[in-house]
């Protein structure tokens, strides 16, 4: 099933990219080709999964999949040049991200592009051929089956959309040549998204209990999804009438007391949302709302390359003498990016009584644990400014120090299921539909709801202001978020990239959109496809 999606994508692809159609003649005979796949029940099922596997790649750094994104550090491109971390390990594939030397050749400007095209076709064939059968298993396979793939394509224009702004709408097989695409307005491809999400909603299944598979969606993944995207419509009603559906829907709760594997060691219950296997709803996890299942060493999970998220924010510690590396220190990090000490480091960033800051989600003790310096060991390392500058130990979010290593503290995978929708969220996407409309009291509700599992004090109305959500999001969210979606939807990436990144102070208008690939433009010769300002 793989080489059909890959199929499916590479057609598309070849078409907008290279302008080559060769690949378009390519006799499909096989016994998994789609016209011989896509005739049961069972066929799109595979197909489905396929989906699946396609999305959870959205951060592959340069494995075997053919969704690869082709080098290191893909997630870290949506977290530098904002106002949160910079670049400690100055990897060749982020450095022009924070430098703001972002070209229309940059790998990640190309493969995102074709990661998000890529998921779009494989979605679109899926619909076709559901169009086409008449032999399934239950009458609601195929809205089931078309409800499942319009939320992917949603999911993949969502990335097109903050990346590029106005890209072009397919949402049909492309079986002719063409040369000839034109950019789609940015609201129009917002009101087919819109679209998509409310099929998707309404045929999805209801009861997160029922579904068959662990990491399947329900319509409350739709509908959160939908909230933001009506965020980003501008339509700030439905935004908050979406974002209510899914908290009042009485499927989920913030947790509030222990839960999961290690519920009698010591902790919080916030940080037990990020051990390992506390991720989904059968593990007691009731605020999770989707979870992308990434589970080591598990068919349909991921693998040494799907998620390099631990080596992005762990330090490079076992750089430092008296240190080895260590599976409990979070493994192999490398540091490529760290955070800035305005609010990792700041007295009041945090309440005193705010569990997101405790020693369990914000490692600030860091001691020596290579026995062969036994003049260091068992003792404490102190942060000092050579230590942060080296990026060997500061303080850092333990959200991503644990996943399965296979006995190797090298390994590089962060192979641990990866909540991608929570509730928590789900309440500061209401606040943020409620301060866009003026409701500064209903915002400062929504966002006390948060702080109170935190054990941080409530705000009143004169404190919820859009820069106070976008600090709590840091609180709360903080390396769950793509940060740079996040300021882009609410306008303020500029703004506070200049006021807390020095790195990237440089920074204006036409950095809210990456530029469009250059192999796009170049090969689409029968039609004018404008670059994007500024590039």
């Avoid at 998994?32 to 951060?59: C, H, I, K, M």
Wanted: some cysteine.
């Amino acid at each position: 099933m793989k080489n059909i999606l890959a199929a499916a994508a590479a057609a598309f692809l070849l078409i907008t990219t290279t302008g080559c159609s060769d690949f378009l003649h390519e006799d499909l005979k096989k016994e998994l080709a789609p016209d011989n796949t896509y005739t049961s029940t069972y066929g799109f099922q595979v197909g489905v999964n396929g989906l699946y596997a396609w999305a959870r790649s959205e951060f592959n750094t340069w494995g075997t999949s053919p969704t690869t994104l082709g080098q290191a550090c893909p997630y870290e491109s949506f977290q530098v040049a904002t106002d949160i971390v910079y670049t400690g390990h100055k990897d060749g594939s982020l450095v022009p991200f924070e430098t703001l030397a972002i070209t229309p050749s940059l790998t990640f400007v190309e493969n995102y592009w074709k990661w998000s095209y890529g998921l779009i076709a494989s979605v679109n064939e899926l619909l076709t051929y559901a169009d086409k059968n008449e032999n399934w298993d239950a009458p609601t396979d195929k809205i089931g089956f078309q409800a499942e793939a319009r939320f992917f394509r949603a999911y993949a224009y969502r990335y097109l959309v903050y990346l590029y702004g106005d890209v072009p709408y397919i949402d049909k097989i492309e079986s002719d040549f063409r040369i000839d695409f034109t950019r789609t307005p940015k609201a129009e491809v917002l009101n087919h998204m819109i679209e998509d999400l409310t099929f998707a909603a309404d045929n999805l299944p209801e009861n997160p209990d029922n579904v068959n598979e662990v990491g399947k969606l329900t319509k409350w993944a739709a509908i959160q999804l939908l909230s933001e995207v009506y965020l980003m419509a501008g339509q700030y009603d439905k935004a908050e009438a979406a974002a209510k559906q899914v908290i009042d829907c009485g499927y989920f709760r913030l947790m509030t007391e222990r839960f999961g594997v290690n519920k009698s060691a010591p902790g919080d219950v916030f940080s037990d949302m990020f051990l390992e296997y506390n991720q989904n709803r059968t593990a007691g996890n009731m605020e999770t709302i989707w979870v992308m299942q990434l589970e080591y060493n598990t068919p349909g999970g991921g693998d040494s390359n799907e998620d390099w998220t631990k080596r992005a924010w762990v330090p490079k510690y076992w750089n430092e003498t008296g240190f080895v590396l260590c599976d409990s220190l979070g493994g192999r990090g490398l540091a490529q990016i760290v955070p800035f000490k305005w609010w990792i480091e700041s007295e009041d960033f945090y309440a005193p009584t705010d569990i997101r800051n405790s020693k369990y989600s914000i490692k600030r003790d860091w001691y020596y644990n290579n026995p062969a310096t036994p003049e260091l060991f068992g003792k404490k390392c102190e942060i000092t400014e050579e230590t942060w500058s080296k990026c060997s130990v500061f303080p850092t979010i333990t959200k991503f120090n644990y996943g399965k290593t296979d006995d190797d503290p090298s390994y590089g995978g962060n192979n641990k299921d990866r909540m991608k929708f929570r509730l928590a969220e789900t309440y500061l996407l209401l606040a943020e539909a409620r301060l866009q409309q003026g409701n500064a009291q209903g915002a400062a509700e929504a966002i006390n709801v948060v702080r109170k599992r935190a054990g941080a004090p409530e705000i009143t109305a004169s404190q919820a202001t859009i820069d106070f959500l976008l600090d709590e999001r840091i609180r709360e969210l903080v390396g769950e978020e793509l940060r740079r979606f996040t300021l882009v939807r609410t306008g303020k990436l500029v703004e506070r990239t200049r006021k807390y990144n020095s790195y990237s102070n440089k920074i204006d208008e036409h950095n809210t959109l990456w530029p469009i690939p250059q192999s796009i433009i170049d090969s689409n010769t029968g039609a004018d496809f404008p670059q994007n300002p500024g590039y």
